[in-house]
């Protein structure tokens, strides 16, 4: 089978979108918008992937594969398109990290609130020391969103990932996405009872998304990915047989413990 | 091998939890100040687990095994024991729902706040909506812990609740544990590849350590676990093993689909 074969199959079989409908009606309106902008001239739009995405192993689902991504690296770059005027779609994974909150901590309410009371009143504070990162992650985000130039899209699994990712004029693909699934109908139905020794399981490969992407879906689009090993001697390898063979046009490669500190960038020239 | 001798193989080639002497040291500082407060009387300790707890899948972690909970039965549960007069050591999953915090939206800070300009002066304030249950959470919480009542220990990996399991007069265990996980030993050092077709994986049962919570760590506590089933047809007949085969005091039986609305309650006679 060729990639659009193994797509075509993947997506016949795979449970369908919850609110697909409401999806799409949000994409609509939001690139209508955006291309009927007055004034200001149409906003480029890119659409940023982010955070990891999970495989169930089984259809009432109690456990599932995920794949380690915080998301700092797609709400960061959301704000840098933000601020270099695209209009973003951003696909992300329910609970990563949020554009502008990369500076607050974990638990943003319970870390960086305080209640004070005062005339019998109770009033709830921001607590000095994170005044400032608060105040931005809140005005800058609402502009963003209330202004039209950010859609928030969240997603779970691989199956909802595959098929939000729509039409745009670039993509910039953070989100770390399942290289092995269960297939929907080889899946328990049940939760995997754990009584009788190993579980033996057998992971079948997720479709080549990037090539139907590239070749079927968006042909035009200026299509940034990113590829993640740990293992540094292959890591330009790797990167650049992604860039080849999927014809993206930058491919970013980072090594899991020096990521936040450097990354390759490899373009097709 | 019982159950002692696969504990004892599991630790031993598990790695070794991070900040293991700093753990130490608040746990013994928040028991030892329930056993010693004076006026009140000494307050009954409980450790209230909560959240799923990872298996990864490689010693560089990218990819890892995950169970679905949100954490909301152990949070909730928390508040319960706090209101009874309990302290409670909190031993969640990084990123699960808080005590006090569960009828809070998703992402509290984007979706509570906002941001108003006055006099040039920027301020964030409560939304009028969430104003009560952002109050309750902040003061609720702050209470608990500033007052000593409430020890948060966050855990990611099934290595680091086992290890984390401490030593309390009770034990409610709401976390979602991994039942099946790769020994590190035989854990890939490097991330999967996926060029080479499906991937075959063999996952190893963890260890019942019910059964060495009970008979070595704890004979004396009064411990209540929680079983979750998809199909209701087994639920209570496992429940019931359960309890006689770990001799629980008490387990508390629910369904994936109905565990919000409706549990059962098996006790040992």
Redesign the interface.
């Known amino acids: 089978m060729d990639a659009v074969d193994e797509t075509s199959s993947f997506f016949d079989t795979a449970p369908l979108l919850k609110d697909g409908d409401i999806i799409t009606r949000k994409l609509t309106q939001f690139i209508d918008q955006k291309s009927s902008s007055s004034g200001i001239g149409p906003r480029r739009v890119v659409c940023v992937t982010s955070g990891g995405s999970?495989v169930p192993?089984?259809q009432?689902?109690?456990?599932?594969?995920?794949?380690?991504s915080s998301g700092h690296r797609g709400a960061t770059s959301t704000e840098y398109f933000l601020k270099s005027g695209y209009s973003v779609i951003f696909l992300y994974r329910?609970?990563t990290c949020?554009p502008y909150?990369r500076s607050?901590p974990?638990?943003?309410?319970?870390e960086?609130?305080?209640?004070t009371e005062d005339d019998s009143c109770?009033q709830?504070q921001?607590q000095e020391s994170h005044?400032e990162a608060?105040?931005t992650?809140?005005?800058e985000?609402?502009a963003a969103v209330s202004g039209g130039f950010l859609l928030k899209l969240p997603f779970t699994t691989i199956f909802e990932y595959l098929q939000m990712l729509g039409p745009s004029g670039m993509f910039y693909l953070a989100a770390?996405v399942?290289?092995?699934y269960v297939p929907w109908e080889s899946m328990a139905?049940?939760?995997?009872q754990?009584a009788s020794?190993?579980?033996?399981?057998?992971?079948?490969?997720v479709p080549k998304m990037l090539s139907v992407l590239r070749k079927v879906w968006a042909p035009t689009a200026f299509c940034v990915s990113i590829k993640?090993?740990?293992?540094k001697e292959i890591l330009l390898e790797k990167a650049d047989a992604a860039l080849k063979r999927y014809k993206m046009n930058a491919v970013v490669a980072n090594e899991?413990?020096s990521r936040k500190e450097v990354v390759k960038l490899l373009f097709l020239l």
């Open positions: 999970t192993l089984e009432r689902c109690v456990r599932y594969i995920d794949n380690f329910r609970g949020q909150c607050l974990e638990d943003p309410l319970l960086c609130f305080q209640v109770i709830v921001v005044s608060v105040k992650a809140i005005s985000h609402h770390a399942s290289d092995f139905v049940h939760k995997i754990s020794g190993p579980l033996d399981m057998r992971l079948a490969q993640l090993e740990t293992d899991l413990s």
